[in-house]
């Protein structure tokens, strides 16, 4: 797995298409099979929108992934499983409020050692089931790069059994065993935090750093300046893109494009730097062809294996 690129714990670094030639993804052999490219596994979907997790998943492959796992809503699955021909799909059992059952973790948990990153929330429903089914699979994956996007990030909220209690974890001492990978938006990180949205918006390196150090993660803060935080107080910063990716269906597309560059090898916070500058690059390009309003999140990963090669190391 490769290592984190260097980056200063008080100004941070800029992610430039410098930044990323001088830290550039691990490569497969020229000899090497669909399992040395990286198995990836999403979790996401739900019977009122199948769509998020067929965005990631694609983004997984267009970023480089060799072998697609797909598991969601029974209900769906059959019509993921012909959208998404390239991927294995596996129905699981739903709640009434349109999430998973914890039998899901059992099911899952045959995967564990078999796929090398983990993506949980594109399109998830019950908040409060899918954190309790994020704490099932943790212990199950020890070790396998995990990725956490929508509402699988409730999971710093609700730990064990407290969302039966109806009431939050302690969001002060909750932290992973493990680094995982957080990607909320402002309006997300304030619900998960219980801070105002406008004050982390403005402020978002402190808001990135505070929630890595305070929950052991990685964690994306995304926004027209994208902050990426470590545990250990690196950061970096991304500016680029353009307002056509926000859009229904981009933050899908991101964490997939993430979680194929993590299954690749790449460590966190270097799948999260590629992640975020080939998303916001592939904004640009499809501004180019369509303008800056109107162009699709599904076109969005299209764009990536392009860019990949262009900041390629020379």
Same mark, same amino acid.
């Given at each position: 797995m490769s290592k984190p690129m260097h980056a200063a714990t008080d100004g941070g670094a800029d992610i430039t298409a410098r930044t990323l030639r001088d830290w550039p993804l691990p490569q497969p052999s020229f000899d090497g099979d669909k399992e040395v490219r990286g198995h990836v596994l999403i979790v996401g979907g739900a019977r009122e929108m199948p769509g998020a997790v067929m965005l990631a998943a694609t983004a997984a492959l267009r970023a480089g992934a060799g072998k697609l796992t797909v598991a969601t809503a029974a209900s769906v699955a059959p019509l993921v499983g012909m959208a998404i021909p390239e991927a294995r799909v596996i129905g699981l059992a739903e709640t009434a409020n349109g999430g998973f059952t914890l039998e899901a973790?059992?099911?899952?948990?045959?995967?564990?050692?078999?796929?090398?990153?983990?993506?949980?929330?594109?399109?998830?429903?019950?908040?409060?089931?899918?954190?309790?089914?994020?704490?099932?699979?943790?212990?199950?994956?020890? !070790?396998?790069?995990?990725?956490?996007?929508?509402?699988?990030?409730?999971?710093?909220?609700?730990?064990?059994?407290?969302?039966?209690?109806?009431?939050?974890?302690d969001m002060a001492h909750f932290r992973f065993a493990e680094p995982v990978l957080l990607t909320p938006h402002a309006g997300e990180l304030a619900h998960l935090t219980d801070q105002d949205k406008d004050e982390l918006a403005?402020?978002?390196?402190?808001?990135?750093?505070?929630?890595?150090?305070?929950?052991?993660?990685?964690?994306?803060?995304?926004?027209?300046?994208?902050?990426?935080?470590?545990?250990?107080?690196?950061?970096?910063?991304?500016?680029?893109g353009n307002i !056509?990716?926000?859009?229904?269906?981009?933050?899908?597309?991101?964490?997939?494009?993430?979680?194929?560059?993590?299954?690749? !090898?790449?460590?966190?916070?270097?799948?999260?730097?590629?992640?975020?500058?080939?998303?916001a690059s592939a904004g640009e390009q499809?501004?180019?062809?369509?303008?800056?309003?109107?162009y699709l999140a599904r076109e969005i990963s299209a764009e990536v294996p392009g860019l990949l090669r262009t900041l390629a190391p020379a």
């Open positions: 973790a059992r099911k899952l948990g045959e995967l564990a050692g078999k796929a090398g990153a983990l993506l949980v929330g594109p399109g998830m429903q019950d908040e409060a089931a899918t954190a309790e089914l994020v704490h099932a699979l943790l212990p199950r994956f020890a !070790g396998t790069a995990i990725v956490l996007d929508a509402c699988a990030m409730a999971a710093v909220r609700m730990a064990g059994e407290a969302h039966l209690l109806d009431e939050p974890k403005a402020a978002p390196e402190a808001a990135a750093l505070a929630a890595a150090r305070r929950w052991n993660a990685v964690v994306a803060l995304k926004g027209a300046t994208t902050v990426i935080a470590a545990p250990g107080g690196q950061h970096w910063r991304h500016e680029g !056509g990716l926000a859009i229904s269906g981009s933050g899908d597309a991101l964490a997939g494009i993430i979680v194929g560059l993590a299954a690749r !090898g790449a460590s966190l916070e270097q799948a999260a730097a590629w992640g975020v500058a080939l998303h499809l501004s180019i062809k369509y303008g800056v309003l109107g």
